[in-house]
């Protein structure tokens, strides 16, 4: 596992398992948030980089969504720090077992039920923000696939939003896909906030991924 530093607030922690798979601390003044969990073997790495970064304590920890592939370390590190998880609350049942994902014939529980508390929503029905980071709802990819904005910063933390190869934008894992028109429209988001860097779970950062958007939508959609 190794850790780099995206800007002055996010690094980025990360691991191989057939794929690329990356998890993001960001730094604010109540400490650490850690943003998507990983799979189990990635959580003592992820407590030791909290304890060497030394910015404070682990306050929360968020998910873009709640693939195995994002969730795999929460349950360790819980056993050692008892911080709070958020999700948005549509892919709360899927991540506590109520139902399968869709195109899966089986439901898992991947957290323990009660555990996972929804992102909190204005009376406009956009979500909150939490520290720094705000939340922006993308569906598609997964019921309740949410990316968070880091504005000071100008970070997109993208999940499963897209994957990325060689600084290009590409689109998320077919297979894991719940509805990949769905997630492409919600892609649009980069063209809204135009961040200069987007982080994603499967590949390395892509700088203006805005500038991309549009070839990528024709060329998935045509
Ligand atoms: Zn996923
Ligand atoms: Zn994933």
Redesign the pocket.
């Known amino acids: 596992m190794r850790i780099k530093r995206i800007s002055k607030h996010v690094w980025s922690i990360s691991t191989w398992l057939i794929v690329p798979i990356n998890v993001w601390l960001v730094k604010d003044e109540k400490g650490l948030i850690l943003v998507d969990a990983g799979i189990p073997m990635m959580a003592n790495g992820i407590l030791k980089y909290i304890d060497q970064l030394n910015f404070g304590p682990l306050s929360r920890i968020l998910l873009?969504?709640g693939?195995s592939?994002?969730v795999g370390a929460i349950k360790k590190i819980r056993s050692k720090r008892n911080v709070p998880v958020y999700a948005h609350q549509e892919v709360i049942p899927f991540i506590e077992g109520k139902f399968p994902y869709p195109r899966r014939k089986k439901a898992q529980v991947l957290i323990e039920p009660s555990i996972t508390t929804p992102l909190d929503e204005d009376a406009q029905q956009q979500l909150k923000p939490i520290g720094d980071l705000i939340p922006h709802h993308t569906p598609g990819?997964?019921p309740g696939?949410v990316v968070y904005y880091h504005q000071k910063v100008n970070i997109l933390i993208g999940?499963?939003l897209f994957t990325s190869r060689r600084q290009r934008i590409r689109k998320?894992?077919s297979m894991?896909?719940a509805n990949m028109a769905q997630a492409i429209k919600s892609g649009q988001i980069v063209k809204k906030l135009k961040p200069k860097s987007l982080c994603v779970?499967h590949g390395n950062e892509v700088q203006d991924p805005h500038k991309q958007y549009d070839l990528l939508r024709e060329k998935l959609l045509s």
């Open positions: 873009t969504h693939h592939d994002h990819h997964s696939h999940g499963d998320p894992m894991f896909t779970c």
